[in-house]
């Protein structure tokens, strides 16, 4: 009589969650030890390539994080940055990312014989700032100076705001010193909301903060804009991340 011998006799594989492979068998063939070997170095192999995503994942989390540090992206709002003085005529000051302590920039509207029409001039203008008619919504970033995307106010200039007429200023400021294109190294980017209340500008809001370099601010909210470099490494974790958990899945 002829007997068939199995190849593997009664082999029983547990996968446990640590990665362990424990291989129980009554006869101990070739084959059931080389399933087993196999088995397990696919347990340690899917560990490895686990631990390989952590790594990635926290170096690109790192690489973002310092990314953001050394182009200047730490974001913040700068509180009381913009604020009225309310002598005649009502003068705005705007703070400034100056070394030496705070320094107040800004400017000022003079009334004329007509209560609707306004003369834009400096106010501490120790370091300097650019403004801009805006609009709420609006992005006011580097992109949008450099572009001339918004008509830019000049001082010693005539402008015209009707008697109860509000209206958004951008503002540009930052660190001594402004390159010759009127670019500052440190920037703050800023708005004002202002309304001509009986022939005299008053500020009624504002927000003023730190976005890096490129970065930027959203008119007539606190959200600042981070620059391009940030939203990259960004993007490339969450891309990372959605991966793993796709092919986990």
Known sequence: ?????????????RYHVRGHIE???NRKSPVATLLCGASR??????????KMKKIILLAVTLGACFGAYAQGSIHYII?????AYTQKPTSIAVKTLDPWGEMLTGFLFYTGPDPNVFRLDHFMDGIGLRTFLVREKDVLDLNAIQTEKFNELYYGHDYTFKEGESFYMGVYTGSAPRTSEGLYETP?????????DTGEITLKDSALGYAGYEGGI?????????????????????ALISCARHRKS
């Not at 009589?1 to 594989?13: C, K, N």
């Not at 170095?41 to 686990?50: A, L, R, V, Y």
């Not at 703050?188 to 001509?196: C, E, K």
Request: hydrophobic share 50%.
């Open 1 to 13: 009589m002829i007997r068939a011998f199995p190849l593997v006799s009664e082999v029983v594989i």
């Open 23 to 25: 291989s129980v068998s």
């Open 41 to 50: 170095w696919e347990g340690i192999s899917k560990q490895k390539e686990i």
């Open 79 to 83: 509180p009381n940055g913009i604020r």
């Open 188 to 196: 703050l980017y800023g708005w004002a909301l202002l309304s001509n």
């Open 218 to 238: 959203i008119v007539g909210t606190s959200t600042l804009v981070p620059e391009p470099g940030t939203w990259a490494l960004w993007a490339l974790g969450v």
